[in-house]
């Protein structure tokens, strides 16, 4: 069943126009709502909720996952969302892997970026996931805690790594090939480094002289 939904979603993400590769894709289940889905953006998970976002193009979502993109959310191009089938094999039912992606309101997230999504994603409201080439992962060996939460108003630079269970606060810079791993519970502020710690307080990036 997942071979097929898989050769399914490739063949719609190749249709000519947005409206037929919507119609597609609520063919298969999901809720969209006046979205935009990029020419050969796949998607083959358990549930999608797109609400008037825009998907760029060649992005691939797939995997036993649920993922809901919310309203003036943007997605650039050649981003992939994977969760791994092997979450579903008998041995790691208990693991209560949770599988999902949250893209709350306004956000952005540029291109050629990695998330994996066996456990929980919510990237808050206004918040950017900027350059190219970081990488979100969920799980590892021994890891329990494995939910990845970036709040409001955040911008993340190239390179970047979230490590399984890291999380940081609202209004916060995250330097460019800084590893995010743990709780950073503090507002406003910028990190930096492998690991990352607090480098600025009272840090706004949206400000020209911050």
């Given at each position: 069943?997942?071979?097929?939904?898989?050769?399914?979603?490739?063949?719609?993400?190749?249709?000519?126009?947005?409206?037929?590769?919507?119609l597609g894709y609520r063919l298969l289940?999901?809720?969209?709502?006046?979205?935009?889905?990029?020419?050969?953006?796949?998607?083959?998970?358990?549930?999608?909720?797109?609400?008037?976002?825009?998907?760029?193009?060649?992005?691939?979502?797939?995997?036993?996952?649920?993922?809901?993109?919310?309203?003036?959310?943007?997605?650039?191009?050649?981003?992939?969302?994977?969760?791994?089938?092997?979450?579903?094999?008998?041995?790691?039912?208990?693991?209560?892997?949770?599988?999902?992606?949250?893209?709350?309101?306004?956000?952005?997230?540029?291109?050629?970026?990695?998330?994996?999504?066996?456990?929980?994603?919510?990237?808050?409201?206004?918040?950017?996931?900027?350059?190219?080439?970081?990488?979100?992962?969920?799980?590892?060996?021994?890891?329990?805690?494995?939910?990845?939460?970036?709040?409001?108003?955040?911008?993340?630079?190239?390179?970047?790594?979230?490590?399984?269970?890291?999380?940081?606060?609202?209004?916060?810079?995250?330097?460019?090939?800084?590893?995010?791993?743990?709780?950073?519970?503090?507002?406003?502020?910028?990190?930096?480094?492998?690991?990352?710690?607090?480098?600025?307080?009272?840090?706004?990036?949206?400000?020209?002289?911050?």
């Amino acid at each position: 069943m997942k071979k097929i939904k898989i050769i399914l979603a490739a063949l719609i993400s190749l249709l000519p126009l947005n409206g037929l590769r919507v119609l597609g894709y609520r063919l298969l289940g999901y809720r969209i709502q006046g979205a935009h889905i990029g020419f050969g953006t796949v998607i083959a998970v358990d549930q999608a909720i797109l609400e008037a976002c825009k998907l760029g193009p060649f992005n691939v979502f797939v995997g036993p996952m649920n993922i809901h993109i919310q309203r003036g959310a943007s997605i650039g191009n050649r981003n992939e969302f994977i969760c791994g089938y092997w979450v579903l094999r008998d041995e790691y039912r208990d693991r209560r892997y949770v599988r999902g992606l949250e893209v709350c309101e306004e956000a952005l997230i540029t291109s050629r970026h990695y998330f994996d999504l066996s456990g929980a994603l919510v990237l808050g409201e206004r918040s950017w996931i900027a350059g190219i080439d970081s990488q979100f992962w969920t799980h590892g060996a021994g890891v329990a805690d494995r939910d990845i939460r970036i709040g409001s108003g955040c911008y993340i630079g190239s390179a970047v790594r979230f490590s399984p269970g890291a999380s940081i606060n609202d209004n916060v810079v995250v330097a460019m090939g800084s590893v995010v791993s743990g709780n950073l519970p503090e507002s406003n502020v910028l990190i930096g480094g492998v690991p990352a710690r607090v480098l600025k307080s009272d840090y706004n990036w949206k400000e020209k002289d911050a």
